[in-house]
């Protein structure tokens, strides 16, 4: 069983940057792709970014693409979002997922283990 947490969250005004990070439990945490997703009020969970199980395939939206920037330490089994340059629309809750293999997937589906979400808000 592997137990997700993220950190990090909070209220930031447009053009900010804030840093999202995960923490997962478990020795296997380095066999797992890992991935961001978040959920506005009203709307779907949506695919934010992606990484592979060494790190070295990382998929982003469309949205955040330029701006966020997925990582992750597999000595400290701990998976980042770097958001910069923040935009109202980027307020959701975060959550961070465990995927089912080494793969950077971009379907919700692709992943196992999901954290309880943090709460970003992008003030205009």
């Known amino acids: 069983q592997v137990q997700v947490v993220e950190s990090g969250g909070g209220l930031v005004q447009a053009g900010g940057s804030l840093r999202l990070s995960c923490t997962a439990s478990?020795?296997?945490?380095?066999?797992?792709?890992m991935g961001w997703f978040r959920q506005a009020p009203g709307l779907e969970r949506e695919f934010v970014a992606g990484i592979s199980s060494r790190g070295g395939t990382t998929y982003y939206a469309d949205s955040v693409k330029g701006r966020f920037t997925i990582s992750r330490d597999n000595a400290k089994n701990m998976v980042s979002l770097q958001m910069n340059r923040l935009k109202p629309e980027d307020t959701a809750v975060y959550y961070c997922?465990?995927?089912?293999?080494?793969?950077?997937?971009?379907?919700?589906?692709?992943?196992?283990?999901w954290g309880q979400g943090t709460q970003v808000t992008v003030s205009s």
């Open positions: 997922a465990g995927g089912r293999t080494g793969v950077a997937e971009t379907q919700a589906l692709g992943y196992r283990y």
């Open positions: 478990g020795r296997t945490f380095s066999i797992f792709g």
